[in-house]
């Protein structure tokens, strides 16, 4: 006949008063077995629950603000756009953020390649932007 009696040598979740997650907490500091838990400091098993839950805890915030940090959204092509866009629009008088979306649109990222451009180019690249 198994005998349901604590003993020193018995896993920390056989004890009736710690339930599995609190065992598993005791476990990842070093307390696995009653004899062990028996023979510590009641103030120093706290501050290492403590210190785990912490370390815990920060490793799942870290982890949540990379995710956050990581602007899935925002990559290389899209940035080297707005570089364009503010240099056209600082290099153009005049020129609308719809003008400077078109122009950036259809390759053309400088007041240089702007000037180059015949209006005939100019009115066929925009036809093709806006019906496409």
């Known amino acids: 006949m ?14 009736h008063a710690i339930g599995p997650k609190t065992a598993a907490r005791f ?29 815990e805890l920060v490793d799942e915030l870290v982890d949540e603000l990379v995710d956050e940090l990581k ?8 940035v080297r756009q707005w570089q364009d866009r503010a ?15 078109l122009l950036v649109n259809v390759g053309i990222c400088s007041a240089e390649e702007l000037a180059k451009q015949r209006p005939e180019e ?3 690249h925009y036809y093709h932007c806006t019906n496409n």
């Open 122 to 124: 100019l009115y066929q």
């Open 71 to 78: 602007v899935k959204w925002i990559n290389v092509p899209l």
């Open 27 to 55: 476990d990842a500091i070093g307390c696995h077995r009653v004899g062990q838990f028996l023979d510590r400091n009641a103030n120093e098993i706290v501050d290492e629950l403590v210190d785990e839950l912490v370390d």
């Open 87 to 101: 240099m056209l629009s600082i290099q153009v008088d005049r020129l609308t953020v719809a003008g400077e979306g």
């Open 2 to 15: 198994l005998s349901s009696r604590l003993t020193v040598e018995s896993p920390i979740v056989d004890d």
